[in-house]
């Protein structure tokens, strides 16, 4: 398995201001997502960030207002922008890894709490 | 585009008693199927993955999930339950035309009583 970690583990927030959050994996990975989790709800994907490029956006998530980063094949931020209450959420990255010739096995980093007053 | 459904919102058993948390999925071919957990405060640990091959797998803490193709279905099953697998539960979908994006399902919150 992988070893992810991501910083600030929780922050709390004011309103309009913006948080970045890193994600630190273990080993070179093909591709890093970020996912966003609102309370009690599943898991919604955000975003691929793509190494050496721009990042690849789901329907409804713009980079405006989640622009995300990836210098290389160990890192990527995520960037929460202009926060309003809405926002209050887990924020996960995830890595993918190649098994058996195959890119198909994604492992979690322990997430982000984020909580906007 | 793939889908997930997890029936059930939530599961209560006895601590060892036998589990059975059901998946079903929507996609045209085989996908890669996935069973994660999330514990109170923490992120997503893998439980176990199908790709191909042996219908029936196995993963990690005594879990074993079987993919029923004929019903679209990846069931996860413990055959005794411990009060340390409360958490909610998680299946998902991966598939290489969709560039293996995972899709996840509602969530299944488990919990154990004793």
């Known amino acids: 398995s992988a070893v992810i970690s991501q910083k600030p583990s929780r922050d709390i927030c004011q309103r309009g201001t913006s948080l970045t959050i890193q994600c630190q994996v273990d080993?070179?990975?093909?591709?890093m997502f970020w996912y966003r989790q609102q309370p009690g709800q599943s898991l919604t994907l955000i975003a691929t960030?793509?190494?050496?490029?721009?990042?690849?956006?789901e329907s409804g998530f713009v980079i405006d207002k989640f622009p995300i980063s990836r210098p290389n094949l160990t890192f990527s931020t995520l960037t929460v922008s202009n926060m309003s209450p809405e926002d209050s959420s887990i924020y996960l990255c995830?890595?993918?890894?190649?098994?058996?010739?195959?890119?198909?096995?994604?492992?979690f980093g322990p997430g982000t709490r984020l909580t906007v007053l | 585009a793939q889908s997930v459904t997890q029936p059930d919102i939530h599961i209560t058993v006895s601590e060892g008693a036998s589990l059975e948390l059901r998946c079903n999925y929507s996609y045209g071919a085989t996908p890669y199927l996935f069973w994660y957990v999330q514990s109170p405060g923490q992120g997503l640990q893998l439980l176990l993955k199908y790709f191909s091959g042996d219908t029936l797998v196995q993963g990690i803490k005594g879990f074993e999930a079987e993919f029923k193709r004929s019903q679209s279905s990846f069931n996860l099953r413990k055959p005794s339950v411990h009060w340390s697998d409360a958490a909610e539960y998680f299946c998902a979908v991966g598939t290489s035309e969709y560039g293996n994006k995972l899709v996840f399902g509602a969530g299944t919150i488990l919990r154990v009583k004793s």
């Open positions: 960030a793509n190494q050496g490029s721009e990042a690849t956006y």
């Open positions: 995830s890595a993918q890894y190649t098994s058996g010739g195959i890119v198909n096995t994604q492992y």
């Open positions: 080993s070179q990975v093909t591709m």
